[in-house]
């Protein structure tokens, strides 16, 4: 398992921004994807956007043309990018690094948007 260190989460009013990124804590070689989660109170992970090794992305519906997904392959780390946040994309978000034979999540960081 490597240790993937996220950060940028926190409070923010309704159409607000935030920028969370996520580190991994040393090289990953053969990475076929990258991407974002999130998990609310009661409900299932899901699904935010991901980034494969091709640059292809993908988005779940109710945040396209809001978030954009990027990635840094020099460093590990790949970012997200939330803007006009709504009070219903408060979540624990967590980052995934999966390539062949592995399939790392981070610790996960609250995003909470106030009304």
Known sequence: QV???ES???LVQAGGSLRLSCAASENIFSIN???????APRKQRELVA???????TNYADSVKGRF???RDNAKNTVYL???????EDTSVYYCRIRGSGYDYWGQGTQVTVSS
């Open 3 to 5: 240790p993937l260190v």
């Open 8 to 10: 940028g989460g926190g």
């Open 33 to 39: 994807a990258m991407g974002w989660y999130r998990q």
């Open 50 to 56: 991901e980034i494969t090794s091709g640059g292809s």
């Open 68 to 70: 954009t997904i990027s």
């Open 81 to 87: 990018q939330m803007n006009s946040l709504k009070p």
